[in-house]
């Protein structure tokens, strides 16, 4: 299982699943602050006992500076190779008061699927609100769960 959250900032690009999503507020962090694909690396790594994406990915370490999340989610593909296992399928939850991520969910699934070598069919990416409430609501911030299904090689 995994979970994230950042914080959204006017002017930022908002990168989610792997694409650009076109709103006034954008995801902060280090890397591009997907934070669909930080909580499907967390659940990966987990899942294999493997730590988390900070401990192979530090925000401390300038290499990831601005780097697309898509590149963080194929080196722990191949982590999860080389340790022996294969992805399953991953499902996820985005908690976002705006935009309207329904509209956006097949262009995700599809970049997701082609990053980790999965059919589409294996990747649900669900989205709900928190009916105004907390950071979420205020439209202060994204969160993020996710959780995946490995198997042995």
Request: proline share 5%; hydrophobic share 40%; net charge negative.
């Amino acid at each position: 299982m995994g979970y994230d959250v950042h914080q959204l900032q006017e002017g930022h690009p908002f990168w989610l699943g792997g694409i650009e999503i076109p709103h006034t507020h954008g995801a902060v962090g280090h890397s591009d602050a997907d934070v669909l694909i930080h909580v499907i690396c967390d659940a990966l790594l987990g899942a294999a006992n493997l730590r988390d994406i900070g401990y192979h990915f530090s925000d401390q370490d300038p290499q990831y500076k601005g780097i697309d999340s898509k590149l963080l989610l194929k080196q722990v593909i191949a982590l999860l190779q080389k340790s022996g296992y294969r992805v399953g399928n991953v499902d996820a939850t985005i908690c976002l008061q705006r935009p309207k991520i329904n509209p956006h969910v097949p262009a995700m699934k599809a970049c997701l699927a082609e990053v980790m070598g999965i059919p589409e069919e294996d990747v649900s990416i669900k989205a709900t609100t928190t009916e105004r409430l907390g950071f979420v609501g205020r439209e202060e911030g994204v969160s993020a769960y996710a959780v995946v299904l490995i198997e042995k090689s």
